[in-house]
């Protein structure tokens, strides 16, 4: 395997490759767009690899050529394919005889499949898992420059990961429909939302629906209160209480509900389930018929929002600039309205989560939404 001293210098780059790790969300192909339009513009032959750091592991690289990536922009999902489960560094391969998940580092064979080709940087698309997982890719001499994706917006480091402002307008449409049909029958109707450990989903669909509850994981909640607020509603006769619940929520013991967990995973446990544990609840605590929803994955699904396609191809123009320019194991980021770069390691199994005294937070209480608090 060759050192770092004996690659050509990431400045004069011919061959990159791009791939998407981790959940999938609206706009990576219009990231993966722009980066193989920006560099077969420049010379720069890209390859793009399936299915995440799976296919790196596999060997399943191809060419990609302009037309691979035409009429891609307005494209949900992504067409490279995607994998949340295959960590190189923490590659599952059996079981131990106690029963145990078995684990090997192959780090070495995706270094490998890349040096075969003479490629000398990787575009990895992802969020905290994806970046941790470059990094030993990076360690041992590949360029790697990650693009902030997550419809949960909670990547250390970027204000704003593309993918979040198109759950965030699903999400309302969703919290929108449910306040008519739950206005005709006098219901509680409870929405669960994405978003792992981060409530900024939560919080933003919620204040845009203006949804009377908002339940996230970063302000545990008591549900006495909630049951309170439901019922305060009823009696001041209003026909209807809309509560938007992150799938992560705590309560005041700051316990979660998990659906299940996957110990091959590098994230075994899969949230899930409070929509339900609410809504019957607050029916057995304050008799108000209720009902709940859950979004899931329909969240993650659809062509990307305006904002998003601007942000996603803002993302893949500022990481091509990056390798031309020379920088080495970056992370592309938005702060403060302007877009920069930090070192990705830092982003690495980190999550930014809402503080509890963010002002969307304070601006919600402002118009009476009850945080269960
Ligand atoms: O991180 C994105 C996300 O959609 C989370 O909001 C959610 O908890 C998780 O992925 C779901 O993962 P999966 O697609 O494995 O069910």
Not at 55 to 67: K, N, Q, T, V
Not at 151 to 179: C, K, M, P, W
Not at 234 to 246: C, E, L, N, P, Y
Request: hydrophobic fraction near 40%.
């Amino acid at each position: 395997m060759a050192t770092i001293q004996d690659r050509v210098p990431v400045s004069q780059i011919k061959r990159i490759a791009v791939l998407t790790g981790g959940g999938d969300c609206p706009g990576l192909n219009a990231v993966i767009r722009a980066v193989v339009k920006d560099a077969i513009n420049c010379g720069i032959e890209v390859y793009g690899i399936e299915d995440g750091f799976l296919g790196l592991i596999e060997d399943r690289i191809r060419l990609l050529s302009l037309d691979d990536v035409s009429n891609i922009l307005t494209m949900g999902g992504t067409i490279l394919g995607s994998n949340n489960k295959s960590n190189p560094q923490k590659y599952p391969v059996g079981k131990n005889e106690d029963g145990t998940p078995k684990f090997k580092d192959l780090t070495e064979v995706c270094v490998t499949h890349l040096e075969i080709r003479k490629i000398e940087a990787l575009v990895v698309i992802g969020g905290d898992g994806t970046m941790s997982a470059a990094k030993p890719i990076a360690d041992l001499g590949i360029n790697c420059i990650g693009v902030p994706k997550t419809i949960d917006n909670d990547l250390y480091g970027t204000d704003i990961t593309f993918g979040f402002q198109t759950a965030v307008s699903v999400a309302t449409e969703a919290l929108d429909r449910v306040h008519p049909t739950a206005a005709s029958h006098h219901r509680v109707m409870v929405v669960e939302l994405m978003g792992r450990n981060a409530g900024w989903l939560t919080l933003h669909a919620g204040l845009a629906s203006g949804s009377d509850v908002i339940l996230i994981p970063e302000i545990e909640f008591d549900l006495e209160k909630v049951c309170e607020y439901c019922l305060w509603r009823s009696q001041r006769g209003k026909r209807f209480t809309i509560i938007a619940v992150a799938e992560g929520a705590k309560m005041s013991d700051g316990k979660q509900i998990v659906e299940r967990t996957d110990p091959t995973s590098p994230d075994p446990i899969r949230l899930g389930g409070i929509a339900r544990w609410l809504s019957e609840q607050i029916e057995e605590k304050t008799e108000i018929e209720s009902r709940y929803v859950v979004l899931g994955h329909t969240q993650r699904g659809g062509t990307p929002v305006a904002g998003d396609r601007v942000l996603a191809t803002q993302f893949g123009h500022h990481a091509m600039q990056l390798l031309k320019m020379g920088k080495t194991n970056r992370l592309v980021v938005m702060q403060g309205g302007h877009l920069g770069d930090v070192e990705i390691a830092s982003a690495a199994d980190k999550q930014r989560l809402v503080p509890k005294n963010h002002p969307l937070v304070a601006t919600a209480k402002s118009v009476y939404t009850c945080f269960g608090d």
